[in-house]
């Protein structure tokens, strides 16, 4: 059973930045997308990055490019979002996601493309 449970969320000043981390556990995630998704209240749950677990490759939402990192650390079995240069526009929930894809992870950028999740983390940005 697959398991993504999200750690590292706080709250934050504009500017600054924070470390999200998804451990995931309950498979092989060689041939899975990995993903970060964002819900800020009484919006929609957004695209923010993905990567895939076994080859560096790597797409970001326009919002997020050139301030948001997402890595995967092996030894750990965990994805990381890095979030640099902070914007009070990036509070939201954050929500690790994994789905089983051979395809290119430019077109997993929607939610119901995702079957598997974690509970989330909240960031919230300061002005």
């Not at 957004?46 to 997020?64: I, K, L, Q």
């Amino acid at each position: 059973q697959v398991q993504l449970v999200e750690s590292g969320g706080g709250l934050v000043q504009a500017g600054g930045s924070l470390r999200l981390s998804c451990a995931a556990s309950g498979r092989t995630f060689g041939n899975y997308v990995m993903a970060w998704f964002r819900q800020a209240p009484g919006k929609e749950r957004e695209f923010v990055a993905a990567t895939r677990w076994s080859v560096s490759t790597t797409n970001y939402a326009d919002s997020v490019k050139g301030r948001f990192t997402i890595s995967r650390d092996s030894a750990k079995n965990a994805v990381n979002l890095q979030m640099n240069s902070l914007k009070p526009e990036d509070t939201a929930h954050y929500y690790c996601a994994a789905v089983l894809s051979y395809g290119s992870i430019g077109l997993y950028v929607r939610p119901n493309q995702y079957n598997y999740w974690g509970q989330g983390t909240q960031v919230t940005v300061s002005s």
